[in-house]
């Protein structure tokens, strides 16, 4: 009995083992954008540009990168070290199956708050821009609004 306790105990554990390697370490979420530039001038796609400051370590950093209810397509996706460009390098690429995401993997010769810019496509985005005017009481100035 205590021997099929144990092979029991033994194949539970290893399936336990086998779980965790395959599982993925997430990060919460990408730095707030410091900048964002949307150009609308083609018809089927829309070409964003956002810059953020990562917090890099020195060595291998893993950087996830997902997005979810929007079109964007994960080949346009790319990623450019503006302030330490010959310092910090991407090295690979990796895109985890069945789900919006990527993950960067970037290497850094020292730890640096870096600036970088990442750039994408996305597909289906209205182009229609509504304003709102309000005037004041005394009809003098008017408060204008794009929504």
Request: net charge positive; glycine share 2%.
């Amino acid at each position: 009995m205590n021997g099929k306790r144990m092979k029991l105990m033994a194949i539970l554990m290893l399936l336990v083992c086998v779980g965790i390697a395959q599982a993925r370490i997430k990060l919460v979420a990408l730095p707030e954008r410091a900048a964002t530039v949307i150009r609308l001038d083609n018809p089927q796609w829309t070409l964003i540009e956002e810059e953020r400051v990562l917090t890099l370590q020195k060595g291998l950093n893993k950087v996830d990168f997902s997005w979810k209810g929007v079109s964007i397509d994960a080949d346009s996706i790319r990623l450019r070290a503006l302030d330490h460009p010959d310092k910090v390098t991407l090295l690979s690429v990796s895109y985890p199956p069945n789900e919006a995401a990527l993950v960067w993997d970037i290497s850094s010769d020292s730890d640096y708050a870096e600036t970088v810019r990442i750039s994408y496509l996305l597909r289906n985005i209205d182009r229609l821009i509504t304003y709102k005017a309000v005037a004041d009481k005394a009809e003098t100035m008017v408060n204008l609004k794009s929504y």
